[in-house]
């Protein structure tokens, strides 16, 4: 049999990671997270890691592997799901991957150019005129400049966004344009499903987990971290919103109704992304369903090779 990676996808509180605990039961084996926060040891709540219970059932890669300190690139996830696939098909003919950084898997599956080298002084008066005008300047340039990243990127993470736009306007490319445009040869095989649920339940689903996340302790954890508030780690929705909270800009209230929304966008933009992946096969997050769809297209994929 080749050896076959299963990819999970979807928006956010999806059960993308459910159902990715399963299917590596199903197949015994192990799975790697393709989520850009998770990685990070100091994150927990706020990310919605796979429970205690769920890490103790499956081995996870990808999931506490890195400091917030560590600046974390598609490239280098690349090089380390790669590295992981690897570990998993000498003993495993399957590998799963789960996670709604559409970035990552496209690397992961695709694999990336590499970005030519920009120009310092854009950096530099980039830097400057976010800091002088915040947030919304860079939402509105990237929005002028650079649609294809805002309709798909990470349009509340200035660290992204700054640098969306460095490129922008050194290469006159949009950053989403380097890929590559034929695929690297991988010695595996890709099977790629997307979750999807009705928007109305989506939404119910998400507002509810962050009301669940409060209730966690997320305020306490985001309190731990505000010394570390500047780092691109925690330019990340859940923890940005509630450091806005502490700053006095805005009321505890208001900052969760501001998770809930901006979680909302999130995954609006994820769904936007996905969308555009014609090898994504779109089923609902019933096990039964997903295996289905996997064990079909795994047999097909046999037949073509």
């Given at each position: ?234 330019q990340t929705v859940g923890y940005k919103e509630i450091f806005s909270y502490f700053e006095g800009t805005s009321t ?54």
């Amino acid at each position: 049999m080749n050896k076959t990676s299963i990819v999970i996808a979807g928006p956010t509180a999806a059960g993308k990671t459910a159902i990715a605990v399963q299917l590596a039961q199903h197949f015994n084996t192990q799975i790697i997270s393709a989520d850009s926060r998770q990685c990070y040891r100091e994150l927990n709540i706020g990310v919605a890691k796979p429970s205690v219970e769920e890490l103790a059932q499956v081995h996870h890669y990808f999931i506490n592997s890195h400091g917030i300190h560590e600046n974390v690139s598609a490239a280098d996830f690349e090089h380390y799901a790669l590295d992981a696939a690897g570990k998993i098909f000498r003993n495993n003919d399957i590998a799963v991957m789960v996670g709604g950084t559409g970035l990552y898997i496209k690397a992961f599956a695709e694999g990336l150019d590499k970005i030519p080298a920009t120009d310092e002084k854009i950096r530099d008066l980039i830097i400057h005129s976010y800091r002088e005008k915040g947030i919304a300047w860079l939402q509105d340039q990237l929005k002028a400049e650079d649609p294809a990243f805002a309709a798909a990127g990470e349009m509340q993470n200035p660290q992204r966004m700054m640098r969306a736009l460095e490129v922008k306007r050194s290469t006159g490319r949009s950053i989403s344009s380097f890929q590559l445009k034929q695929n690297p040869k991988r010695d595996f095989n890709i099977i790629q499903v997307g979750l999807e649920l009705p928007r109305e339940l989506l939404y119910e689903r998400i507002n509810s987990r962050v009301d669940k996340m409060i209730e966690a302790g997320l305020i306490d954890e985001v309190k731990s971290l505000l010394p570390f508030k500047e780092l691109n780690a925690l330019q990340t929705v859940g923890y940005k919103e509630i450091f806005s909270y502490f700053e006095g800009t805005s009321t505890k209230a208001g900052a969760i109704e501001q998770i809930k929304q901006n979680t909302r966008h999130y995954a609006k933009r994820q769904m936007t992304w996905f969308r555009k992946d014609e090898a994504v096969e779109w089923v609902a997050p019933v096990f039964e369903e997903v295996l289905e769809n996997v064990e079909r297209r795994t047999i097909d994929v046999q037949r073509s090779t």
